[in-house]
């Protein structure tokens, strides 16, 4: 390839990349934040008292919707969105990545409460749940939003959980032993080195951020893991395994990122709310220029692409209807943010 042919194709790659850009602050991330939040909306109704099977139908039906608005942002299926990636067409604007983290942080807090209500209802398994989300801490949820140690404490309390299930299901292999593999950073086989390690460490990370003091050298955490050791050590497995039961009960488990959840993406919520106002005052609101705008184009008929989001006012059973009109339409006008890359 000649210097100027080269240079035509990146070029040629520039300019995809911000058309998809602008694709994406145009269109896909106002909807995202529009699904996220009715999505939210719609499962805090459900958590009332009050409760129809008019509301469960929404939930089903905004969360259909809530899926397809991510399917642009997520990898293949991946459980949570990451755009973390270097070959992101707006990592090397700040501005767009910034909109576009906040967007993706609010779906992730989303999925991770759409998932508690899976396992509560035993469409999904626990132990894979808990391990999607502790791969998940604190990167893909509440960057700057809630305190590090906050973070770092909730990890650990995932991986208290994924240690009560492995347990469990793994009859043949000493709970201690276990323990090592979750927790340190070199498992080991015996257990009088386990006992050892679960108690001086090396440690695995408990977080992505920099934070002032190690989460492994607080005294909770010195505390909590004599406990488990003190557990796992009891000379009945079945005895050990009751007492880690007991110590970390998944129903508290499940309840504590439940409200963990709820208050990162009120807190996020408020966060954009203070932005937003900032914009308007500077009179520099993008995100929802860009929103009217598409708007615009859409009563004008002029939109680039047909959209098919039901309004809130419409039966669930429509708004279900028109979920896989829009997957259907929707297959070969956008491709995943994660596999966009310069060739």
Not at 40 to 45: D, K, R, S, T
Not at 220 to 244: C, G, H, P, T, Y
Request: hydrophobic letters at 35%; a negative charge; charged letters at 30%.
């Amino acid at each position: 390839m000649t210097v100027a042919a080269a240079e035509s194709q990146s070029e040629s790659d520039d300019d995809a990349a911000s058309v998809l850009l602008q694709d994406v602050l145009e269109y896909g991330l106002p909807r995202l934040r529009d699904w996220c939040e009715r999505t939210y909306e719609a499962l805090v109704a459900l958590t009332s008292p009050e409760s129809t099977a008019e509301d469960r139908k929404k939930l089903k039906s905004t969360t259909k919707l809530f899926k397809i608005a991510r399917r642009i942002f997520a990898e293949n299926s991946a459980a949570y969105i990451d755009i973390s990636s270097s070959d992101l067409p707006f990592t090397k604007d700040s501005d767009s990545y910034a909109r576009i983290q906040k967007a993706a942080l609010s779906a992730n807090l989303v999925s991770l409460l759409l998932s508690l209500g899976d396992v509560r209802n035993s469409k999904k398994g626990l132990q894979d749940f808990l391990q999607e989300l502790d791969e998940a801490i604190p990167l893909f949820f509440e960057p700057g939003l809630l305190k590090q140690s906050e973070s770092s404490y909730m990890r650990f309390r995932v991986r208290c959980g994924r240690l009560v299930e492995l347990v469990g299901s793994a009859p043949n292999v000493q709970p201690l032993v276990l323990a090592t593999v979750l927790f340190c950073q070199q498992p080991t086989e015996t257990l009088g080195e386990a006992k050892k390690r679960l108690r001086k460490g090396p440690f695995k990370d408990f977080g992505h951020i920099e934070q002032d003091e190690d989460f492994t050298s607080t005294e909770m955490f010195r505390a909590q893991m004599d406990e488990i050791i003190n557990k796992l050590s009891l000379s009945e497995r079945a005895e050990a395994v009751e007492a880690l039961n007991l110590l970390y009960p998944q129903d508290e488990l499940l309840e504590e990122l439940q409200n963990w959840g709820n208050a990162a993406y009120a807190h996020l919520k408020k966060t954009r709310a203070e932005t937003t106002e900032e914009n308007v005052e500077k009179g520099a609101d993008k995100d929802a220029d860009a929103l009217i705008d598409a708007n615009d184009r859409e009563e004008n008929g002029e939109s680039r692409r047909e959209e098919s989001v039901p309004l809130l006012g419409k039966q669930a059973d429509e708004a279900e209807e028109q979920s896989e009109s829009e997957s259907s339409s929707e297959g070969g006008e956008y491709n995943q943010l994660q596999t966009v890359s310069k060739e």
